[in-house]
């Protein structure tokens, strides 16, 4: 029998702003993983708009800090 699929009760903004609240600054791939644990079909391009979402928004800030790697912060 196949597994049923279920929508969340929260949007994937609120899960990165909270663990961004409670974790502090992380890397994308750190972030990415934590995401993927509570958002299984999440894929790195939805993560990335995401990230450009609340980016422009003005909630998170990203910068570069290596080739490939960004930090993301949230803004207090």
Do not use: C, Y
Not at 22 to 44: A, I
Not at 45 to 55: H, P, Q, S, T
Not at 61 to 72: L, P
């Amino acid at each position: 029998m196949p597994q049923i699929k279920t929508w969340k009760t929260r949007p994937a903004h609120f899960a990165l702003l909270s663990i961004l609240s409670k974790k502090g600054d992380l890397t994308d791939d750190e972030l990415f993983s934590q995401m993927r644990s509570e958002f299984e079909d999440l894929g790195f391009k939805d993560f990335n708009e995401l990230l450009l979402g609340l980016e422009v928004s003005g909630k998170i800030r990203t910068s570069g800090m290596s080739r490939g790697k960004r930090r993301i912060e949230i803004v207090q």
